[in-house]
């Protein structure tokens, strides 16, 4: 069976719409932060996207989730309000996108599973908008979580076996949560946040 607890994320950041328009559960907080997720979420590669959201969402889901959270899930012991983006469109207006995102949102981490020469370009794109890219190697293994193997877990939760694509993302929210623990849950300066996530991201 699926599990119930999961969203179905049928809304996505709407490229090629300006202005640029986002919705999100709700606003972030001391403690909460924002997170882009980008992945190809229509077209020849949608399935690779949707795999690789399940995946990170499924992350969101493993600890603190409580019936009653307004927050689209919980990493480093703090809400996350994730916004999702569509990379099947053309790079100047993603990268565009991505920019708009970042300040008309206040998203502190950009995240997502790309092609390499596509992950290039946007995190180029993403230093310059001052937020933190986090994304994971395209030979990501199935990792472990609470001493559960992650494929296991992901399979009697979501109702089936997790594609790489769902590795990989699994494997981008477990870095963010090791990032946001190390800084001790308090998301109210901005700025000294990122400059601390900066300091801590794997290079």
Known sequence: MADKSMKSWTTVVALGVAPLLVSVAGGAAA??????????????????????????????????AHPDQESDGHLGGLDVYVL??????????????????????????????????????????????????????????????RGEPFAEAFQSRVGRAPSRHAMRGYAVARIIDRLVRRLGGDFSDRTAVIEALRAARPQ
């Open 31 to 64: 403690h909460s932060f924002k997170t882009a997720f980008i992945a190809p979420m229509s077209g020849a590669q949608a399935d690779i996207g949707r795999d690789a959201l399940a995946g990170f969402m499924f992350a969101t889901a493993e600890r603190d």
């Open 84 to 145: 999702v983006v569509d990379a099947a469109a053309d790079t100047d207006l993603l990268l565009t996108s991505i920019a708009a995102l970042v300040e008309r949102e206040r998203v502190e981490i950009v995240a997502g599973v790309l092609t390499a020469e596509l992950e290039a370009v946007v995190r180029d794109r993403i230093g310059e908008t001052g937020a933190v890219a986090v994304f994971a190697a395209p030979a990501t293994d199935a990792t472990t979580m």
